[in-house]
């Protein structure tokens, strides 16, 4: 438990938002565009590392399927700041593991050229540590 603990101040420090304000409203996820695709809503990220599950959430897809909208951000009314903590569990995933989950060598096997750009920034930013 003490490690659990150690890794939800870590992932609030590096986030800086403040899991113990949520209220469990539920409007984050409720404006969340990823609802559908995520294993652990913006609200459950947010009550997860409260409760010190933050292996649980490093091993879920979730933290890569987060669109970095944050909607929930500016829906919540407690100043969560839902997003932060995904970002920061994600940040402590690629730490962990230690090496990128893109290399730019692959990127033209696997996008179009009718790709956003800022869909590539934001991969760079998600996958690379
Ligand atoms: S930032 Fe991520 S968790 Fe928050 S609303 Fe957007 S996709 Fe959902
Ligand atoms: S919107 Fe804010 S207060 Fe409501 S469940 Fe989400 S994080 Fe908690």
Do not use: W
């Not at 420090?13 to 913006?42: D, T, W």
């Not at 609200?43 to 944050?70: A, N, P, Q, T, Y």
């Amino acid at each position: 438990m003490k490690k659990d603990m150690e890794l939800a101040n870590e992932v609030i420090r590096i986030s800086g938002a403040n899991p113990i304000r949520c209220m469990k409203c539920g409007k984050c996820s409720a404006s969340c565009p990823s609802f559908n695709e995520m294993e652990y809503a913006p609200h459950k990220f947010v009550d997860m590392v409260v409760h010190g599950r933050i292996e649980e959430l490093m091993e879920s897809k979730s933290i890569f399927h987060c669109l970095s909208c944050f909607a929930c951000v500016e829906r919540c009314p407690r100043g969560v700041e839902p997003a932060k903590i995904v970002e920061a569990i994600r940040v402590v995933k690629q730490r962990q593991i230690g090496e990128n989950y893109l290399d730019a060598n692959d990127i033209p096997a696997i996008v179009d050229e009718q790709i956003p750009q800022q869909a590539l920034v934001s991969a760079f930013r998600k996958f690379k540590k």
